[in-house]
Each structure stands twice: as structure tokens, then as C-alpha cells.
């Protein structure tokens, strides 16, 4: 259960620990990153060889797992939070405790890398971008989306985000957001082509989900908090291509060599 006796600074990641809880709550803090995770696994193609690994950097709970069934994937998971590799492990995932700018494993092993809502997170997205590029072999296939440094991020991804009832407060910190004509030169020097495109959930989908999720929240019977919660009626969000990267973006690329 959460401390709430204390606040941690942003980005602190003990705050994973305090939500271990609510990884697999379709409704839960993490929701988006659900309907985020269908979305990268979409871009990851069936495996074009026997024992093909995917690397997922980031993987806390294991949310792609469900998405790559049937692809053909060894899925390899990298994460910081001990207590979100427990629930990845429970759910097919290989896991490796381990700093993303770190990573233990060989250079070139990699089929796929995919590193969804991490780089955000992390104080040096540079050595991350080199340590996924580096894992991949050539010809390999890098899959990601995170947040775009720009105002209008800042404003919808925090200011706003953090005040609706399903986004944990603190979960961000906008200093680290990243540019996205400087993710694509990174990549670039590390031999990685990346293609970028904005995306964002579906309006009315999103719309529909809120007003559900905050009816279920008011509800005089709902159960508490601290135990697990029936799943808000109705279909979740679709995430959707956008035009505009200024937000929230998704990259794909492949590596040369």
C-alpha cells in the first residue's frame, strides 16, 4: 500500500512501489499506460526467426506481454522497481533487474527493443537511447514513445493531467521530457533511422472512459481504494494517431549494419 505519510520528489521511482498495486487495474493510476502498450506492440512485427528476443527497457509490470502472445517473441524485461519484475515474471517475462543506461545483456542480441514511457523517466535519455541501439542487431527494430519537451506538453502531460483522479501526482517530471528532433539525431548517431508520429487517445473514447471511471468513483458502494476495484464498464481508449509530435509521440526504427 502507499506511504501516505510522506511525498516523494517527481520522478522519485519509490512512487512505483507505493502503486505496485495498481499495474493490472485496467482502470487503475497506470490505465494510459495500457492503452499505450497495445499501441507500441502494434508496431512490433511477428518474429522473422526462431528464438527472437525482444528487449523491453522500462517493462515495470509487464504491460506489452499480453500484446506480443503469438508473435513468436522471447520477452526479455529490464526495470529498476523490483516489485513490478515480480508481476512481469508472473506474466511471461524474463526478467532483468537493472539500470536502462546499463544494461547487462550482449551488444547486437536484440530483435526488437522496445522502450515505451521510459525515456521521460530517465535523468540521461541520451546513454538510454546509445544502451538500446547498442542492443540491437542489424537490422533490428527499435519501438518507443514517450513525451515531447515542449510547453504544451508540459502543460497537458502535468499541469492538467495531475489533477484528474486517475494520473498519479508527481509520476512526471517535465524537466526531463524529450525534444524529439533531438531523439531522432540521436538515434541517427547510434545507427538507428527513426520515424516519428504524434499520437494521443481517442477524444471520445477518452471522454466516455473519464465520466465513467469518475461515476464508479462516487458511487456509494464502491469498494475502497486499497483493494482491488471492478473494471469501469464500457470499452477503454484507443490510442490514435495524431499530426502534431508536440505532445506525446511514437518513434520506429531500424537499425543499419
Known amino acids: ?8 520528489p517527481r520522478n ?5 512501489d507505493d502503486l505496485a498495486g495498481e499495474w493490472w487495474r485496467p ?29 523491453d527497457l522500462g517493462c515495470g509490470a509487464g504491460l506489452l506481454a499480453p500484446h506480443l502472445a503469438g508473435k513468436g ?12 519484475l515480480t508481476q512481469a515474471a508472473a506474466h511471461g517475462v524474463t526478467v ?14 536484440a530483435d526488437v527493443v522496445a522502450a515505451g514511457e521510459l525515456l521521460e523517466h530517465v535523468p540521461d535519455w541520451r546513454r538510454a537511447v546509445a544502451e538500446a541501439c547498442r542492443l540491437l542487431r542489424p537490422g533490428g527494430l527499435l519501438v518507443l514513445d514517450t513525451l515531447n519537451d515542449t510547453a504544451l506538453s508540459r502543460l497537458l502531460a502535468v499541469r492538467i493531467a495531475e489533477r484528474l483522479p486517475t494520473v498519479p501526482k508527481g509520476i512526471h517530471d517535465p524537466r526531463l521530457f524529450v525534444d524529439a528532433r533531438a531523439l531522432v539525431a540521436e538515434c541517427a548517431r547510434h545507427g538507428v533511422g527513426l520515424r516519428l508520429r504524434g499520437i494521443r487517445p481517442g477524444m471520445p473514447g477518452l471522454l466516455g472512459w473519464l465520466v465513467r471511471r469518475m461515476r464508479a468513483a462516487n458511487r456509494p458502494y464502491a469498494v475502497p481504494t486499497d483493494r482491488p476495484q471492478a473494471t469501469v464498464a464500457g470499452p477503454p481508449p484507443r490510442i490514435v494517431p495524431t499530426w502534431s509530435t508536440a505532445v506525446l509521440y511514437q518513434g520506429r526504427g531500424t537499425r543499419s549494419g
Open 73 to 84: 517473441y522471447r520477452h526479455v524485461g529490464v526495470d529498476l522497481t523490483r516489485s513490478a
Open 96 to 109: 532483468v533487474n537493472g539500470d536502462v543506461t546499463a544494461v547487462p545483456l550482449a551488444d547486437g542480441c
Open 1 to 8: 500500500m502507499p506511504d501516505a505519510g510522506r511525498t516523494l
Open 12 to 16: 522519485d521511482p519509490r512512487q512505483y
Open 27 to 55: 482502470d487503475g493510476a497506470f490505465a494510459m499506460l495500457h492503452w499505450l502498450a497495445e499501441a507500441r506492440a502494434a508496431l512490433v512485427p511477428p518474429a522473422s526467426r526462431p528464438g527472437a528476443l525482444l528487449v
